[in-house]
């Protein structure tokens, strides 16, 4: 499928495409047997009582129509191969009005199209429903989000080209609220200046959405106790970033809700100077981060070699971008 691409600011931004859109189309076979169309319901019966049920492939429409057979014939579906073998089924009819049914085998789709593109290629071989994912947008930005990725983007970008000049390892990551269009974390990675091998720029941010974090209920237990002993206090504003995901909490209510979400980085962005590794992706999936931006490729990312992003047997998933820088003037 064509990748999805928009422009901002300095960047050329690309969203990953997950799992399921770049599935090849992949067959099994099942037993049809041919039939005159006003016997479909018939046959339908006889198959849901007598023969094994379709298992995986309910996307899969059970009858198909012969454009070029004069005779108004259909096809229609009786079970998959992989149930039962040829012998069985033809014992199976024995006896039955459909023991002279002309019975072939056929090729369907095994997975469900997942975009628009694979439903058009799939139903070519075999009728099948297409049920479009709500989680699959269309790539837009607002004009006030496209500045908020811009402003930073160019903050990881500065912060890796600063640190390239050191003996540490030129990566820098920052995390960014989405709501409020700010700034909560940023770090470049320590490493080798701490001798410490998880100190990657990705877990030191995460460290400081936690203190961050940690601060703010202290401050808030802390202004609930003098309310109750003194009564409201004037002037109280921490600046702390609200864990929401931006689909659900627009910026009125961000300014103004006090909840805390249940994950660490809850709907936080998160920018990179590199895709991080397997190690920081899968603190990123336990994190519940939002999404996920960044600008060089790794020889073993955790997103273009792996797919951690949508891994069906990891229980969070978020959307990864590629961003592409328009000038190589940040990169140097």
Known sequence: MAAERIECGDYLIERIPITEEQQQLVTEDVYTAR????????????????????????????????????????LVILCQCKMIDREELDTLLRGTEWEESRISVNR????????????????????????????LKKLAFSTDEKAYIQMCL????????????????PVAVVIGNANTRNIVAESTD??????????????????QVAE???????????????????????????????????EE???????????????????????????????????????????LFFIDESESGGISHYSMHCLKALNHHFTAFKCTRFSTSNSQ
């Open 35 to 74: 039939i005159e169309a006003a016997r479909t319901s018939d046959i339908l019966r006889f198959a849901s009582k007598s023969l094994p049920k379709l298992n995986g492939i309910e996307h899969v429409k059970r009858v198909r129509r012969e454009s070029t057979d004069p005779d108004n014939e259909l």
């Open 190 to 207: 320590k490493t080798r200046k701490t001798g410490n091998p998880l100190r990657h720029a990705a877990m030191c941010c995460i460290a």
């Open 154 to 169: 160019s903050e990881a970008d500065e912060l890796r080209r600063q640190n390239s000049n050191t003996d540490n390892r």
């Open 108 to 135: 369907v789709p095994r997975y469900p199209p997942y975009t628009r593109d694979q439903f058009e290629q799939w139903k070519a071989l075999w009728p099948v429903a297409y049920r479009p994912p709500v989680k």
């Open 249 to 291: 909490c627009d910026s009125e209510k961000a300014e103004s809700s006090n909840d805390v979400a249940n994950y660490l980085c809850e709907g936080l962005d998160v920018f990179s100077s590199k895709e991080p590794c397997v190690m920081c992706t899968m603190a990123l999936v336990h994190s519940r981060i939002g999404r």
């Open 212 to 246: 961050s974090e940690v601060t703010r209920l202290a401050l808030k237990e802390k202004s609930t106790l003098q309310k109750d002993n003194k009564g409201d206090l004037d002037g109280e504003n921490v600046h702390l970033p609200l864990k929401r995901t931006h």
